[in-house]
């Protein structure tokens, strides 16, 4: 897997990408799909999202693309910084990385990241879709914050574990082997 820092920054990019894709997805049709065709009275989502002008996020209506776009830099940037590193570090606390067959410490790593990320992407998310037109009630932000770590901490556990990191681990192993094919040729070429 990842040896470098690139190659870090490459997995992590790889999985966001895919984490966010499936929250935005999760979020508008699994947990608030219902409400959204109800209240604009539509057969659809993507109807109820065209209908009510966008997604409600930071007290006002967005395109689906600029919420994609928002949520993958915030959530790469928050797992370079935390989720990445932190993650390692409890994972090796209960398991020795050289001891511990692969698959058992690669799970405990998605489980640190999962309940590393889920709470803080909670918060952020928490903050981005407030509802703001009602006013400002710190109360109301915890609730919210919460709700949103009960409905999304499974989710992001079994995903991560089931779905999208062996996508994740797939695709790099393809780059991983095609980059070094290339490097390899270059060489013998040289």
């Given at each position: 897997m990842p040896t470098s820092k690139l190659q870090h920054?490459?997995?992590?990019?790889?999985?966001?990408?895919?984490t966010v894709h499936a929250y935005v997805f999760y979020s508008l049709y699994v947990v608030n799909g219902n409400v959204l065709m109800r209240v604009t009275n539509t057969s659809s989502v993507l109807d109820a999202i065209a209908a009510q002008g966008g997604v409600y996020m930071i007290g006002r209506f967005v395109p689906i693309w600029a919420v994609i776009?928002?949520?993958?830099?915030?959530?790469?940037?928050?797992?370079?910084?935390?989720?990445?590193?932190?993650?390692f570090r409890l994972a090796a606390r209960l398991f020795h990385p050289k001891e511990t067959h692969p698959v058992l410490f690669e799970t405990a790593i998605i489980s640190a990241t999962a309940a590393l990320m889920c709470p803080a992407m909670s918060?952020?998310?928490a903050f981005l879709y407030y509802p703001y037109y009602a006013g400002f009630d710190f109360l109301t932000l915890l609730a919210n914050w919460l709700k949103l770590v009960c409905f999304n901490f499974p989710f992001a556990?079994?995903?991560?574990?089931?779905?999208?990191?062996?996508?994740?681990?797939?695709?790099f192993k393809a780059i991983s082997r095609r980059?070094?094919?290339?490097?390899?040729?270059?060489?013998?070429?040289a």
């Open positions: 920054a490459l997995y992590a990019m790889i999985t966001v990408f895919f776009l928002l949520e993958f830099v915030l959530a790469f940037t928050l797992e370079m910084v935390m989720g990445g590193p932190c993650s918060l952020i998310a556990l079994l995903g991560q574990l089931f779905f999208i990191q062996p996508l994740v681990r797939t695709i980059t070094k094919k290339n490097t390899d040729h270059e060489q013998q070429a």
